[in-house]
């Protein structure tokens, strides 16, 4: 059995006999390489990073063009770092699972992962002296949603944030304000220039990433503890840019079905590890072959030549519309419906939902008909045939093994973008009425109905883990199903009228009583969500 950590460059045949491709290059001198010149960061190596970006440096240092590794830095999850990083010499495979079976390629470009935060000064201090560094270009993070998080869901300071703002950098507690902090070295350092890059899955998420860091840095300047020149340097985008991106790959959470088939192809390490907190990771990454990343081109210290390994570097309103047209209308509404359902429906698999016919349907209506009429063109990929290849191509290949409940989570950090910036284009078109629309708001009813954790044959199940989950719940908890008298209107409406959670408070744009009476449908009986969504599909439906 080949073991990730094994010689791949004097002795690749037992690799080769996997079927595994192999780095071209020698990890020991990237290493070394590394150390002393680091060129790249990224936050939250967790699956999309093991088959994405880790991946795009590979193919750089292959090519000769990129002479520094990735240092993985995780500010959330150590055992991230100790389970899956450390262990494997921060080896890992990444597996593209092709319709006629999986390509699998040894990844080395990562160099060093550290697990850094108040509690773990020593990684704090190692990543510092990285971001003092003249030589490093870019920060990445893909470090979900929440990871961004300074408010909570009425628009007040977290405990956390409130602590960062009036506290030593040192003792910084969110993960913004660790961000914000080894930015601060990087000032003290001599003004050095960086891109700090989220490729997280919302709109504008250079936007967001500036603003909290920024958040931060003006209690610290306020309380003392950095000076006026710190916020200079922020604002700049010649010393500090936070490009924008839009990503798109679907990465499930590594499945026991290509672990099994990794150990028959004779590789060792294979083993799925579940956090405790929640991360769901292994020694490889399984990812779909189709695969977008549009970034940005502001980099004030230069950049690998990204370009060369398939990224779109372009300018900031192009990236916005490509990412508006994924993120807010033409895939992840579509996922977060199928997410929602298949919790409440008892599916197990995104592939069996997209060929379910009530289902594909109620994504056909959502897509193309409620959300590509507000979407603009970003001209580099065409929406509609966007669409059309995900409805026929990559959400019913069966050899992806996504996951409704994977997509379930954190789902009170996302229908705000999901759902809420295609509200707000109707909202502010004088030609649409927001009013009108009824697969948003049936999906939005269908939210709240998941939040009650009874699925439609009204057994109690599992929901994916959230932030607000617990907070949300507590709201619809005595719903009951088939029980007519029950108030959803006192209830639901604590829901949506949260302006933090859709952009809008959701009666006031006409939506909120329609979504009610979509939720009212829904529990009238075991069964009642199928109902809702066939009867919706065949009477409302033009797709
Ligand atoms: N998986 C996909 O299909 C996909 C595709 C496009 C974009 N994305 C974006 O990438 C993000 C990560 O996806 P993934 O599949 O790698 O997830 P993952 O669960 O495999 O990894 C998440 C990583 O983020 C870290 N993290 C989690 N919560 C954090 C917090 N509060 N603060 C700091 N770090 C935190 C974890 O430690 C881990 O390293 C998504 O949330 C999304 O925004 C994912
Ligand atoms: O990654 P999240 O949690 O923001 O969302 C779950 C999925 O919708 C998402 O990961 C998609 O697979 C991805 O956006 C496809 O590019």
Redesign the pocket.
């Known amino acids: 059995m080949v073991k990730l950590t094994d010689d791949y460059l004097n002795n690749p045949t037992p690799f080769e006999e996997a079927g595994v491709r192999v780095p071209k290059y020698a990890q020991d001198k990237l290493i070394e390489h590394t150390n002393e010149n680091p060129v790249w960061v990224h936050?939250?190596?967790?699956?999309?990073?093991r088959c994405f970006h880790s991946v795009i440096a590979q193919d750089l240092i292959n090519k000769g063009e990129l002479d520094s590794g990735i240092i993985v830095a995780?500010?959330?999850?150590d055992e991230?770092i100790n389970e899956v990083y450390k262990p494997y010499s921060n080896r890992f495979l990444s597996v593209v699972m092709k319709n006629d079976g999986l390509d699998k390629e040894l990844v080395a470009s990562v160099t060093d992962s550290v697990y850094a935060n108040s509690k773990n000064k020593a990684g704090l201090e190692k990543l510092k002296d990285i971001f003092k560094k003249p030589t490093l270009q870019l920060a990445t993070f893909?470090?979900?949603?929440?990871?961004y998080v300074l408010k909570d869901m009425n628009d007040n300071l977290t405990k956390g944030a409130e602590h960062d703002l009036s506290s030593d950098p040192d003792s910084a507690i969110t993960?913004m304000g660790i961000i914000a902090n080894l930015l601060l070295s990087r000032y003290k350092a001599g003004k050095l220039p960086i891109a700090m890059v989220s490729?997280?899955?919302?709109s504008q998420n250079g936007k967001r990433l500036e603003e909290a860091v920024q958040l931060i840095a003006n209690g610290w300047v306020k309380n003392g503890f950095a000076d006026q020149g710190f916020l200079e340097y922020l604002s700049d985008p010649k010393q500090v840019s936070f490009p924008w991106s839009m990503?798109?790959?679907?990465?499930?959470?590594p499945s026991e079905k290509v672990s099994k088939e990794l150990v028959e192809d004779g590789i060792k390490d294979a083993a799925i590890v579940h956090t405790d907190?929640h991360?769901?990771?292994a020694p490889f990454g399984n990812t779909e072959e189709t695969h977008y990343l549009v970034i940005e081109d502001s980099f004030p210290n230069g950049r690998p030549k990204l370009e060369d390994a398939g990224v779109f570097m372009t300018d900031r309103e192009t990236v916005n519309d490509a990412d508006q047209m994924k993120v807010t209308a033409c895939l992840n509404p579509l996922h977060t419906s199928l997410a929602i359902f298949g919790c409440l429906l008892d599916f197990h698999s995104i592939a069996d939902e997209a060929v379910d016919d009530d289902l594909l349907k109620m994504i056909k209506n959502l897509g193309y008909g409620e959300d590509l009429p507000v979407v603009k063109d970003p001209k580099i990929i065409n929406p509609k045939e966007f669409i059309s290849t995900l409805i026929t191509k990559r959400l019913p290949n069966k050899n992806i093994p996504d996951t409704p409940q994977r997509i379930a989570s954190d789902t009170s950090q996302k229908v705000g973008i999901r759902y809420g910036v295609t509200i707000q284009h109707y909202v502010d078109n004088l030609k649409l009425d927001p009013a009108n629309l009824e697969f948003i708001p049936m999906i939005i009813a269908g939210w709240c109905r998941y939040l009650m954790a009874i699925d439609d044959n009204g057994n109690v199940f599992t929901p994916s883990p959230d932030p607000l989950y617990d907070q949300l719940h507590e709201y619809v908890k005595d719903i009951k199903i088939g029980d007519s008298e029950s108030d959803v209107h006192e209830k639901l409406q604590l829901i949506l009228s949260n302006k933090s959670i859709f952009g809008n408070d959701l009666y006031e744009i006409g939506l909120g009583n329609k979504i009610e009476d979509y939720f009212k449908q829904m529990i009238t009986k075991p069964g009642a969500v199928r109902e809702t969504i066939h009867q919706t599909v065949e009477e409302k439906g033009k797709y």
Do not use: A, M
């Open positions: 936050f939250g190596g967790g699956n999309l990073f995780d500010t959330y999850d991230v893909s470090i979900t949603e929440k990871g993960n490729t997280d899955n919302f990503i798109d790959r679907i990465t499930p959470n907190k991360t769901n990771i």
